[in-house]
């Protein structure tokens, strides 16, 4: 049965709504349930706060970040889960990423635990090992100060862990691949076990 020409873009106009809203609603249940897991990332530091530029600036796509280990779990929360084009740099003290649409990111060195190579992560796949996942630490929520007329608790409540994280950036140009995971392997502290490159096969297998 042929539509009237109206009848027929109003249906389509219709469908398109319904369709935005239910990723819109997504998004939001995707925020909410990440945000009481991931705490709020470091606050990126005045540009003289941030130590010497080792790399960069460089054009990428800030593919996403996931809870480390799982490339599929896309975190939702702060806005870290929103791919966005940015603008990466690399200092002796984090990695700052400058981001358009979305909050900039702030990774300080002394919370990145290592790097890795991978062709896809959390529905970009790009055939090639051209995103460098940058694995890395967000420090927990501080526990709220108890009111000063409460009884001392007999022992302090241990620390809340801080939550792992990967956070997959592809630079514009294949040249700067290689060069920004050596740039980020070298902000790994001395004493930190260096993430396994072998893990990407394995979540690339997974994400197959």
Do not use: C
Not at 75 to 96: C, E, M, Q
Not at 102 to 116: E, F, I, K, N, T
């Amino acid at each position: 049965m042929n539509l009237p020409q109206p009848v027929a873009v109003g249906i389509w106009v219709v469908l398109g709504v319904v369709l935005l809203t239910l990723v819109l609603i997504g998004r939001r249940r995707l925020a909410g349930r990440s945000k009481g897991v991931v705490p709020t990332p470091p606050a990126v530091p005045a540009p003289g706060d941030r130590g010497a530029v080792t790399l960069g600036p460089l054009d990428a796509l800030y593919v996403s970040s996931t809870l480390a280990g799982d490339w599929l779990a896309r975190v939702g929360a702060h806005g870290l889960g929103d791919r966005s084009r940015a603008v990466v740099t690399v200092h002796d003290g984090g990695l700052h990423a400058a981001r358009s649409g979305a909050p900039d990111l702030w990774v300080p060195a002394a919370a990145v635990s290592g790097a890795a190579l991978t062709p896809g992560m959390a529905g970009k796949f790009v055939g090639k090992e051209a995103i460098v996942v940058v694995s890395w630490a967000v420090p927990a929520e501080p526990v709220p100060a108890t009111d000063g007329g409460a009884p001392a608790l007999a022992e302090t409540p241990p620390s809340p862990a801080p939550v792992l994280l990967d956070t997959g950036l592809m630079p514009r140009h294949d040249d700067d691949v290689p060069r920004l995971l050596d740039a980020v392997l070298a902000l790994v502290p001395a004493d930190t076990n260096v993430a396994d490159p072998n893990v990407a096969d394995q979540n690339d297998k997974e994400a197959q």
